[in-house]
């Protein structure tokens, strides 16, 4: 079967099982569930080191499969004017390639949800960093509100931009 090129699927539900469900709504088998998507066809997969364990569980599937994945991870925890921000971006990146078994990642993006963090010079000297490294192939942002999405637009760092449907 050809790879569902256009498909990226979302991990949160893998990683955090109650995670947009009812309490009383069934388990998964999440393992199986991740392989019935490989065998779909869909290579793209979208995470977070706060969906859980996630990452590990990608990392745990890809390592039985010999297809190539384009996996978009965020990172988050930052704090504005922390030069500190420059090291975590990168530890946060390097430690997800290391957890899913992958060479690089498609998509890093920023998912704070603060146009303090997506602005800061030390975060940007994070993100710097993962492309020059050849850690990533994409940087982006997540975002909430129409000044997030105006920086970003004016900002060249960050080719892809993820936009929750209340900015429009």
């Known amino acids: 079967q050809q790879p569902l ?23 998964v088998n999440r393992e199986k569930l991740l392989e019935d998507i490989f065998e779909l066809g869909i290579r793209k997969f979208d995470t977070s080191p706060r969906y859980g364990d996630a990452e590990k569980l990608l990392g745990e599937v890809f390592s039985r499969s010999n297809v190539s994945v384009a996996v978009n991870t965020k990172i988050d925890a930052l704090n504005p004017g922390d030069p500190k921000s420059k090291n975590l ?26 146009l303090s963090i997506i602005s800061d010079g030390y975060v ?16 982006g942002a997540s975002l909430y509100y ?19 449907c209340n900015i429009f």
Request: glycine share 6%.
């Open 146 to 164: 129409s000044n997030e999405l105006s920086f970003a637009l004016s900002c060249s760092l960050f080719d892809t931009l993820q936009i929750a």
């Open 89 to 114: 971006v990168v530890d946060s990146v390097v430690r997800s390639i290391d957890i899913l078994g992958i060479e690089r990642l498609d998509t890093v993006y920023l998912h704070q949800n603060s």
């Open 124 to 139: 940007h000297e994070g993100l710097n960093i993962i492309i020059e490294k050849n850690l990533a192939v994409h940087l």
């Open 5 to 27: 090129d256009s498909i990226i699927y979302g991990t949160a539900r893998i990683g955090m099982v109650d995670y947009g469900y009812p309490k009383k709504s069934h388990r």
